[in-house]
């Protein structure tokens, strides 16, 4: 029987997930995709606790009406390493949530690697 696409990307997810760990030294940078947003966490799974967020509909970054999805992606990355900074995270874990390394969660973290963030 064939899996749907949200049931082969939850099972990726789970697959990736058995492998990456964030520590509050480390946290993992976690990553969603949705049709018009993308939304990113640094996330300390020691205490299952979100430390900082970023996303597409952020005020600050909606205002820039951006209307290029991989150009919006890499604006919330550019986000999320300013924040990152700000709270002294230098190096986290990338949790890619079972999507692909490709188009917007690529231009993503390597938009976090510009802004200073290790993986």
């Known amino acids: 029987m064939a899996l749907s696409k949200r049931e082969r990307r939850l099972r990726i997810k789970k697959r990736i997930r058995k492998k990456v760990n964030g520590t509050l030294d480390t946290p993992r940078l976690s990553v969603f995709r949705s049709n018009k947003q993308i939304y990113v966490q640094l996330v300390d799974d020691n205490n299952a606790n979100t430390l900082l967020s970023a996303t597409s509909s952020d005020k600050d970054i909606a205002a820039l009406n951006v209307k290029n999805k991989i150009e919006l992606a890499s604006l919330v990355g550019k986000k999320i390493a300013e924040k990152a900074k700000e709270q002294k995270i230098a190096s986290v ?27």
């Open 93 to 119: 874990v990338f949790d890619r949530g079972g999507y692909s390394y490709h188009g917007r969660v690529k231009a993503l973290a390597e938009a976090a690697r510009k802004g200073g963030l290790k993986f």
